[in-house]
């Protein structure tokens, strides 16, 4: 029965997960950097290699998965793909569609990008899950599972 209020908000816990994930996300800027690709690159690879095997990873998809707009991942492309990082080809069923494939250079410098997140995530990640369970459970907010998307 609802009460017709709204939910309490716990700032202080959502203040906390805000914080765990930007840090998180800026360490991997970092080390993106730090490797010679900017972070967008570095996502733009890691969207390829997760995409690759379950659909064609064309423009489109690529900005579906980044949540920018069309332009700028061809900009990200362009970049990557001067470098011998990535590589473009046009698709099977229509001729105007590019995929966009990994090549050994970009799947080297991903592996490595990667790798560095898991291990980070190993131990930064029991303190990211722990704040975003203790924000359901003070918020009132309902668990929601993976896939599911409140409008």
Request: aromatic share 2%; net charge positive; glycine share 8%.
């Given at each position: 029965m609802s009460t017709g209020r709204p939910p309490r908000v716990d700032?202080?816990?959502l203040a906390e997960l805000r914080y765990q994930i930007r840090r998180f996300l800026r360490t991997r800027e970092v080390a993106a950097r730090a490797a010679g690709v900017?972070?967008?690159?570095?996502?733009?690879?890691?969207?390829?290699?997760?995409?690759?095997g379950r659909r064609d990873v064309t423009i489109g998809a690529l900005a579906e998965r980044l949540q920018i707009r069309h332009h700028g991942v061809?900009?990200?492309?362009?970049?990557?793909?001067?470098?011998?990082?990535?590589?473009?080809?046009?698709?099977?069923?229509d001729r105007r569609?590019?995929?966009?494939?990994?090549?050994?250079?970009?799947?080297?410098?991903?592996?490595?990008?990667?790798?560095?997140?898991?291990?980070?995530?190993?131990?930064e990640g029991?303190?990211?899950?722990?704040?975003?369970?203790?924000?359901?459970?003070?918020?009132?907010?309902?668990?929601?599972r993976p896939g599911d998307r409140r409008k």
């Open positions: 700032y202080q816990t900017e972070p967008q690159q570095y996502l733009v690879l890691l969207q390829i290699k997760g995409l690759a061809v900009q990200l492309v362009d970049r990557l793909a001067e470098r011998s990082l990535v590589r473009r080809r046009h698709g099977g069923r569609e590019v995929i966009i494939d990994l090549l050994p250079a970009g799947e080297a410098l991903l592996g490595r990008l990667a790798r560095q997140s898991v291990t980070e995530l190993k131990s029991p303190t990211l899950i722990a704040s975003l369970r203790r924000l359901m459970a003070n918020s009132g907010g309902k668990s929601i």
